[in-house]
């Protein structure tokens, strides 16, 4: 199947940092990336729909100055958590869809973010 | 707006039985429907995809399509206790964005 990476997988920084998150589609062209986060025995919240050369769809409420998402070319997706606080802490997860195959949605690992 | 309804559970069975999950949806237009299983602190993992009415079976997984009903359902058949998940219902195909349920918790017991 589609093999989809995120780095880091987790991260533990200071309060008022930046952290940038990387989400790659190793093995396809992703037309499309989605970034979400889920907080602990909580449903996966969508924050924002990302597509390749064009500004990010960020969903109501989540704040895009805050949560700057780049999408460079048809692999690569990143998601900036800046200013980071406390309550940024949650773990954080990309998905990509197969150009090939544009129903299916193919999840990274996640990355934990913790911020002190 | 699409909705895609899922009972959260737990839904608790013994190893080795059958485990039925459901799942309705509210968009009569969807086409594409897909189940992810997510472990505790892992991301989900696609399983299952089905388009067409009827059953669509890959190992011990069976998913079901009832498009007149807006019905989605995934029977695991010899429910391990490693089958022990959440698992998440989604439908979404082309440009839209994709719907979750809230996902339905299983736990298999010995």
């Known amino acids: 199947g589609a093999v989809v990476s995120q780095h880091p997988s987790w991260v533990i920084c200071k309060s008022g940092t930046s952290v940038k998150i990387e989400c790659r589609s190793l093995?396809?062209?992703?037309?499309?990336m989605f970034w979400y986060r889920q907080f602990p025995k909580q449903s996966l919240m969508l924050m924002a729909t990302?597509?390749?050369?064009?500004?990010?769809?960020?969903e109501q409420g989540v704040e895009k100055d805050k949560f700057l998402i780049n999408h460079a070319s048809l692999t690569l997706s990143t998601l900036t958590v800046t200013s980071a606080h406390p309550e940024d802490s949650s773990f954080y997860i990309c998905?990509?869809?197969?150009?090939?195959?544009?129903?299916?949605?193919?999840f990274g690992p996640g990355t934990r973010l913790t911020v002190l | 707006q699409k909705e895609v309804e899922q009972n959260s559970g737990p839904l608790s069975v013994p190893e080795g039985a059958i485990a039925s999950l459901n799942c309705t949806y509210s968009?009569?237009?969807?086409?594409?429907f897909f189940w992810y299983r997510q472990y505790s602190g892992k991301s989900p993992e696609l399983i299952m995809s089905i388009y067409s009415n009827g059953d669509k079976e890959d190992g011990r997984f069976t998913a079901q399509l009832n498009k007149a009903s807006q019905y989605v359902s995934l029977l695991i058949r010899d429910s391990q206790p490693s089958d022990s998940a959440t698992y998440l219902c989604?439908?979404?195909?082309?440009?839209?964005?994709?719907?979750f349920g809230r996902g339905t918790s299983l736990i298999v017991h010995p």
């Open positions: 998905s990509a869809r197969d150009r090939r195959r544009t129903d299916t949605q193919y």
């Open positions: 989604a439908t979404g195909e082309g440009s839209y964005i994709p719907t």
């Open positions: 093995d396809f062209q992703a037309t499309t």
């Open positions: 990302s597509n390749e050369g064009s500004k990010a769809t960020y």
């Open positions: 968009d009569r237009g969807s086409q594409s």
